[in-house]
């Protein structure tokens, strides 16, 4: 941020006095920004067994499988988000079990939160951000051509706690060196 979206006074990055971060702050009027994770949430939809996977027919990763999911909404609930973006991007409903993944990224600002879902029936079509929409078995997932780190971490839980027999929470991170090695 450049300019104050309050008064449009140009911002100078500064640390606040009583914080502990730079941040956006207005000279002119005092406004400060801060600037905060986004969250991503969505679903693992199973389905007799199998786990439905969208084509991404947007950027990032145009072309790569990912899981339902997406940027919440101001005035939606976790669990509102994940079932908006199920719906957008595999043109199904599903019905939520339990929170089951969150994995945060810091070096990209987001947290994703994805939930276990079922869909209950087996509809689902291509939509504007999913080129195609496909269910997998367990050892069928196309490893090499999912779209982010998160959704393999969270397919990787799934597939262990699947095979344990028992679904968990699973909190994780995923931290990126910037250090050249």
């Known amino acids: 941020m450049r300019f104050c ?15 502990n971060r730079e941040r956006a702050v207005c000279p002119n009027c005092a406004f400060i920004d801060y600037d905060n994770p986004r969250m991503i949430t969505g679903t693992i939809p199973m389905y007799e067994g199998k786990i439905l996977l ?3 027919n947007i950027e990032p990763r145009f072309g790569y499988w990912t899981l339902p999911a ?21 043109g199904s409903e599903v019905i939520a079990k339990q929170p089951f993944s ?7 600002n987001q947290v994703h939160l994805y939930f276990l879902a079922e869909l209950a029936q087996a509809d689902f079509h291509p939509t504007s951000e999913s080129s195609e929409v496909a269910l997998f078995a367990l050892d069928e997932i196309p490893w090499d051509e999912i779209a982010f780190s998160s959704v393999t971490k969270t397919l990787e ?3 262990a706690d699947h095979k344990a ?4 929470f699973h909190e994780d991170s995923i931290i ?3 250090q050249p090695q």
């Open 157 to 159: 839980y799934f597939i």
């Open 54 to 56: 969208c084509r991404r």
């Open 70 to 90: 997406g940027f919440m909404e101001n005035a939606e609930t976790t669990l509102q988000g994940a079932l908006r973006e199920t719906l957008e991007e595999s």
């Open 102 to 108: 969150m994995i945060s990224i810091p070096h990209v």
């Open 165 to 168: 027999g028992h679904y968990g």
């Open 5 to 19: 979206p309050k008064c449009g006074h140009q911002v100078n990055m500064e640390i606040p006095e009583g914080d």
């Open 176 to 178: 990126v060196n910037s």
